[in-house]
Each structure stands twice: as C-alpha cells, then as structure tokens.
C-alpha cells in the first residue's frame, strides 16, 4: 500500500472544507448591501497567492522553499491534526452563521446577528478557523513559503473583517458594539479592544 505523500495529507481537511462550502451555499438570503468589486478583488488576490504558497509548486523560489522545520512524520501529523482543528472550527462557525454567510462581505435581507457558537468567543471564527487549518498546513509543508502564507492569509482576512464590521455596526448600532466589546476578533484573547470598526463579519 502506498503512503500518501505531504500534500496529500494537507488537502484532506481542505477537501472537507470546500465540500461543506460548496454544499452550504446554496442556501443563502438574499444580499442586501455588498462591499465594492475593487475591494473584493483585493482580497481574493491576497488569498489566492497565499493558497498558491500553500499547495503550488511554482513559488518554490530562494528562501521560500528552504524549510523552517524538520522534515519528520511525527510534524506531519501534527500538522494535519491542527488543520482537521481549524476546519472543525470553520465549519461549526459556517453552520451557526446560516443562511447569513456570504463569501463577500455583505448584508442579507433579514439580516441577523448570530452570538451562539463560537461566535460567542470570536467575531469571525470562520477566518479564525482557516487560519488555524493553514498554521497546519504550512506545518506539513515545512517550508517558509507556507509562513508567508499565514502572514498573506492574516492580512487579508483581518483588512475583510474589518470591512464586515463596518456594515453590521451600521446595521445594529449599539447592539455590535455590545457584542464587541465581549468578544475577540480572531482570537479570545486577541480581541484588540478600541480597534477601528471598518467591515461584516464571517
């Protein structure tokens, strides 16, 4: 019986990820209100050249294909257990988000402020949870490219949040800032109280 190989491994969690999302999406409200296409643009771009870091082998170039770790099996799997972890998260976030969710940063019609699951912990445990499940994945790679990724993957998903959080501040006025002020942005204990409110939330 063959071993599966590195990536192998890695895009297991990520195949579960993208059949829930594919699935879910077809029951969505309506959009209401949506951010603009430049903005969007934007941060599909940043995502896409951080997955491509991820799982591409055409960014193999200098420093970004040196590794930062062994190469050792027992990393491996710890590294696929920390992304089955972050896409667990996700997917238990996407479930208690609804028929809210969107892949944009949008409003729904009947638009609703979900508190129950993690969201009562984080305000966007869906980024949180993909980038839990791409720290695992850049584990299994071993290489830096996989660093600049989570770094890339940072960035785009917290300049988006912002965005979201911008739209349901105006939506629900001092009923976000309530929730906010109890709970993370990403992380529960990285919650950066006083931050700028700028985007929705996911």
């Known amino acids: 019986m063959t071993m599966p190989t590195t990536m192998q491994i890695a895009l297991y969690p990520w195949y579960v990820f993208a059949a829930v999302w594919l699935v879910s999406a077809l029951w969505v409200k309506r959009t209401k209100v949506r951010e603009r296409s430049f903005d969007r643009l934007i941060t599909m771009v940043v995502v896409i050249v951080a997955y491509e870091l991820l799982f591409s082998g055409w960014l ?107 739209l349901l501040a105006k939506e629900f006025g001092e009923e976000y800032l309530n929730y906010r002020r109890t709970t993370g942005f990403l992380f529960p204990l990285f919650g950066l109280p006083g931050m700028d409110i700028r985007g929705n939330r996911s």
Do not use: D
Not at 65 to 73: A, G, I, K, L
Not at 149 to 155: D, K, Q, R, Y
């Open 60 to 166: 193999r170039i200098g420093i970004l294909r040196q590794r930062f770790v062994p190469e050792e099996n027992s990393l491996r799997w710890t590294g696929f257990a920390i992304s089955c972890v972050g896409v667990s998260i996700a997917v238990w976030a996407r479930c208690c988000l609804g028929a809210n969710w969107s892949a944009r940063v949008t409003l729904k019609e009947g638009h609703q402020l979900i508190r129950s699951g993690p969201y009562r912990f984080v305000r966007h445990p869906i980024y949180t949870g993909m980038l839990v499940a791409a720290c695992g994945t850049a584990l299994i790679v071993g290489e830096w490219r996989g660093l600049l990724a989570i770094v890339l993957l940072v960035a785009a998903h917290s300049r988006k949040a912002l965005r979201e959080e911008a």
